[in-house]
């Protein structure tokens, strides 16, 4: 089942931050996040596992609880370069697929 | 370097027209995916790998086929393609790991548009 995403869509000046929320009605054991530029590929940005293990970028953090089955990205000091669409991804479990949530629209304006 | 590779990067084609899209990774890696992006629905996965000559059904199956002969390449076939195939599609692979903390690699994508 997919996951929820919210906000669906945020518009910030550079500087500002946000937070972008992910959650799902099933057991989490990792969680993954990607960000997807107009006309790009998805690009890795983190991994976040039980236990609150992170792996990932350097300007960005996230949250996962797993009680609440839910993770968050937080993009402080935003620049214009963090517009774009963020994906969170789940994992289903070893050897099953992979879901993505519908994407929150991020927009930097100067 | 490593990268997914995909072919074609555009294709128009016709119904029923029979097309694949081949997708190549250099990283040796297990798990290959595809996926089709539409918008306001994100990334939904057709079709995984979790190593040659095992193939499994992501959540949009219907309509495609893959095979997996080789542990680099993952082919993507419509046998019969229809207008609603019209997307944006990606070919991923990672490592397979049972925590779950292997990284997913995305191809360019194949924007494909079926008349």
């Known amino acids: 089942q997919q996951p929820v995403q919210s906000p669906q869509a945020v518009i910030l000046r550079e500087g500002e931050d946000a937070v972008i929320n992910c959650s799902s009605s099933k057991a989490l054991y990792s969680v993954h996040w990607y960000r997807q530029k107009h006309g790009e590929a998805p690009v890795f940005l983190m991994i976040l596992l039980k236990g609150g293990e992170q792996k990932g970028h350097e300007k960005i953090s996230a949250s996962f609880n797993e009680k609440k089955q839910q993770s968050s990205l937080y993009l402080t000091a935003s620049q214009l370069s963090y517009s774009g669409t963020y994906f969170c991804g789940l994992p289903q479990g070893y050897g099953q697929n992979f879901v993505f949530g519908p994407g929150t629209r991020l927009s930097v304006l100067p | 370097e490593a990268q997914v590779t995909q072919n074609p990067r555009y294709l128009i084609t016709v119904t029923g027209k029979k097309l694949t899209v081949t997708c190549s990774q250099n990283m040796n890696h297990e798990y290959m995916s595809w996926y089709r992006q539409d918008p306001g629905l994100g990334l939904r996965q057709i079709y995984y790998s979790m190593n040659v000559e095992v193939t499994d059904k992501g959540d949009v199956p219907e309509g495609y086929k893959v095979s997996r002969k080789e542990k680099r390449n993952f082919p993507l076939i419509l046998e019969s393609p229809s207008p609603n195939q019209t997307s944006l599609y990606f070919c991923?692979?990672?490592?397979?790991?049972?925590?779950?903390?292997?990284?997913?690699?995305f191809g360019p994508g194949t924007r494909l548009t079926v008349l």
């Open positions: 991923a692979s990672r490592t397979s790991d049972s925590r779950g903390t292997d990284t997913q690699y």
